[in-house]
């Protein structure tokens, strides 16, 4: 991986580099430079062989810039400062939850340049080729029991519109309870998700593994698997062309202080940021349980996160489940 990983930010100057210089620089075969060439494609990574030329990947990569990350958050974070980039990983979250055991109680962010099996709410799988989006799981100790996490996934996902919408002109937008979505004239496209997994005791303390997925750049010929509308958010960005380590700085930074800020006040201020921030609040909506569908109005949520819809029989109160705008015939 060490080679793969060398070979890749040689490659990312998008400039040609012969496989003999190659194999002189990393001390192998042509055919292990080949080998890792291969390997690099099957991450969908384009890369041109010409011969009397060598390799190239047309374009370059913006890799993730650690240094820059770490001096960022050094800077101005709280909870969390320690940074692990990694090329590929199977799952951001998985990772961080077995480099938690081996050293707890110090608050990190693991991002990955693709993941192999990536995973949204329900171990759906989250879409990840290499370079093109952003994958990373934060893991963070907070001194709050289980009980009191209400709202947890809610208040991260307001934060990452409080940071997004500084760039998109305020399109960005929550479906509750972990889901950004832009709305425009066609409908809703997905631009994010929220996986909030919590470990502890119910009153003390508790383990955050917190992993976010936003889309960057993806090409449509990169998403076939995915089943729903999407838009990526380099798209959105305007004037204001930031990169992709760039914005990452931004959004880690608002969520320390989104901790920090639910740590002091729970999910009671997110709340008042709710009828503005989702994208479903006051319209017709159907809420997909395990056994039934609910339809309703949606009214808004309670300070512990949960979504209240206004139905035939009278306001109800949800902790789980999954909303739809309701269609009309």
């Known amino acids: 991986m060490l080679r793969v990983e060398s070979l890749l930010r040689r490659l990312s100057d998008g400039k040609f580099h012969s496989g003999e210089s190659i194999a002189e620089e990393l001390a192998i ?15 969908q990574v384009e890369v041109f062989s010409v011969r009397g030329r060598g390799y190239q990947i047309p374009g370059g990569l913006a890799l993730i810039d650690q240094l820059a990350l770490e001096k ?18 199977d799952s951001t979250a998985d990772y961080l939850a077995k480099d938690w055991k081996k050293q707890p109680d110090i608050g990190r962010v693991c991002i990955s340049e693709h ?16 370079a093109a989006n952003l994958y990373f799981s934060i893991g963070v100790q907070l001194p709050l029991g289980l009980s009191a996490l209400g709202g947890l996934s809610l208040a991260v996902g307001i934060s990452l519109c409080r940071t997004l919408n500084k760039t998109t002109q305020n399109k960005i937008k929550i479906k509750w309870p972990n889901d950004l979505l832009v709305i425009d004239k066609v409908g809703n496209k997905k631009l994010a998700g929220i996986l909030v997994e919590a470990s502890g005791d119910s009153n003390d303390s508790s383990f955050l593994n917190i992993g976010v997925g936003i889309n ?26 930031l990169t992709r380590s760039e914005i ?23 709340a008042k940021e709710w009828q503005s921030l989702s994208a479903m609040y006051q319209q017709e909506v159907k809420l997909h ?7 309703g109005v949606e009214i808004g949520v309670e300070a512990n996160g949960a979504l209240k819809l206004d139905t ?4 109800q109160v949800f902790h789980s489940g999954e909303v739809s705008l309701r269609k009309r015939y």
């Open 289 to 295: 349980l395990p056994q039934r569908e609910i339809k």
């Open 248 to 270: 990452l700085g931004e959004i880690l930074c608002d969520l320390d202080a989104a901790l920090v800020e639910y740590i002091e006040s729970g999910f009671s201020e997110f």
């Open 312 to 315: 035939d029989n009278g306001v």
């Open 29 to 43: 075969s042509r055919t292990a430079v080949w080998k890792l060439i291969q390997k690099i494609q099957s991450w």
């Open 216 to 241: 960057w750049d993806m090409q449509i010929k990169q998403a076939d698997d995915i089943d729903q509308p999407w838009v990526n958010l380099k798209s959105l960005l305007g004037h204001r062309q």
């Open 115 to 130: 993941q192999t099996a990536g995973r949204g709410r329900k171990d759906r799988p989250w879409i990840s080729p290499f």
């Open 72 to 89: 960022k958050l050094q800077l101005h974070n709280q909870l969390f400062k320690q940074v692990i980039v990694l090329t590929s990983v």
